[in-house]
């Protein structure tokens, strides 16, 4: 009877990995450099966070937003100009940081909230080179840098928020309103020429990216202006990338050319349009002296690697103080970025999703590259293991050979491969201090075995309501109370789940449960439903718990039950159901199965 359960390998049509079809020609460079600057210099970056002794007046600590949270008076913000150091101010240095550090495009705020433009604008004074003597474009002089230096430049330009402007869109208008017409004189007088002068002056721009992060349905600024806008861009610069706050998103508008996420907003989807997430290294954009929170090389690293891992892009910021110069803390990340970069590059540049879940193996990421009929997945392992060896779960195909990306003679890696599991042999010492990689290449593309649950590092397999391999659709509950009560399934009806896992050694396997359930007494079953097995759990009262001490704080304890063991006659792949029936009018709160 057991055997009917052993599912051998499908012999079915392959599923392969794709890459980002909805990617434009315009868009085929951004999607291969995967990782660029952003740059937030401006008035604002004199003022380092504080205005006239007194912290900016929110908890966010966004420096470039002191004009507007301070209360600051446009001609009292333009005394800021006495701190900049013109001397020693040298874009070009920028330039070449952003190569050191491995990036290849760069964004530069050349018109924030504020409104002041850093650039020689006809359509406003309120600009840079008004205000400097001898006059400065730092446009031209950035765009200058870039042609030198082989660095693609684009620009970021503030469209829907000025606050300067008589008629521009300052957040107080929430209070008094703003006429459509009058809002239209800022954009016909202010945004329509600036923009016409960045795309005509200063040669090839890459990219606008604009910053309205509401949909324009929400905001004063009209779908037409919008349309408007997009159409000089078009003119002007067919080749110019736009991003998804232009106020059009992606679905609205298929020319946009790719979808920005939120502020220090990760992927968590593979998508087939290009996307990209702007980051910081602490937590300000334009330069603020009580940075604390400065983020490691490796959590940036694997912002960078995990992005990349589901076709999306990552520009990381630098906030330059008044004198031009970089903070410490940043410039010593972007560096060692850009070293892990000279090795480990190609497990990044032109490289794109495969088609395995997101969070089916425990140590790291996959990225994946095809070149000349052969496909190579980079394991960007995050936690080397300590019984040095990486389990591969998924790929149906065996490797033609493994090695690690920082050894330049490729020596092969030891290693078996099996249905959909490959067993890697690594050595003792990890190559990176940060992330390393080990690189495994198939003639071809290899073949993905859909809906496994993965092994993870220690031998084991974590079986919960979001790996299942059945449609069923659960109600659930996120984490809460800071996390002190767990993601889990609220399971108040009988439920069948099914998980299908890969075992590789024949053998007896033990089954354990975490749940909450707070009736009282016992009641409703846990049970495993393969043949030959008898689990079969009653679901016992967890009680209470006090999740924070000295804080009233008491939440329902969740425990993990020893439900028995499942024997396995052979290696291969396994269904495994469970059904866990709660008693009439109760609920239990499922949170995992452990198999090992």
Known sequence: MMKKYLITLLCLAAVHAFGQQQTNERAGWFVDSRYGMFIHWGLYSAAEGYWKGEKIRNDNDYGEWIFYRNQIGRDEYLTLLDRFDWDEINPEEWVLLAKRAGMKYITLTAKHHDGFALWDSRASDYNVSRYTNPRRDIVAELAAACRKHGMRLCLYYSHWVDWEHEYGWNHEREITGIDAKDYDRYWQEKVIPQIRELLTGYGEISMLWFDMWLHHSSTVVTKEQLLQLKSLIRELQPACLVNSRLGLSIEEDPDVDFKTLGDNQLGSTKEDFPWQSPGTVAHSWGYHSGETAWKSTTVLLKSLVGNVSLNGNFMLNIGPRANGDVPYEIEQRLLEIGDWLEINGESIYGAQAFDLDKNLHDWGKITMKQDNGKTRLYLHVYNWPLNKRLPLTGVASAPSKVYLLADKQKQPLPCTHEGPFTDIRLPALQPDRYVS????????????????????????????????????????????????????????????????????????????????YQGKPAGGKISCLMPGTQIAHTVEPTGKTVGEPNSNWIVDRFLSHRLGAIHFPQAGIYELEFEIAPDKNREISFQWIWVK
């Open 437 to 516: 990689v080990v690189v495994a290449e198939y003639d071809g593309m290899p073949d993905v075995e859909p809906a496994l649950a993965g092994i993870s590092t220690d031998g084991g397999y974590s079986l919960t309501y979001d790996n299942q391999s059945g449609d069923r659709k659960l109600t659930t509950a996120r984490k809460s109370r800071g996390g002190t009560i767990p993601s889990h399934a609220v399971i108040t009806t009988p439920q069948r789940l099914k998980w299908r896992i890969y075992v590789d050694r024949a053998g007896d396997r033990t089954v354990d449960v975490s749940y909450s």
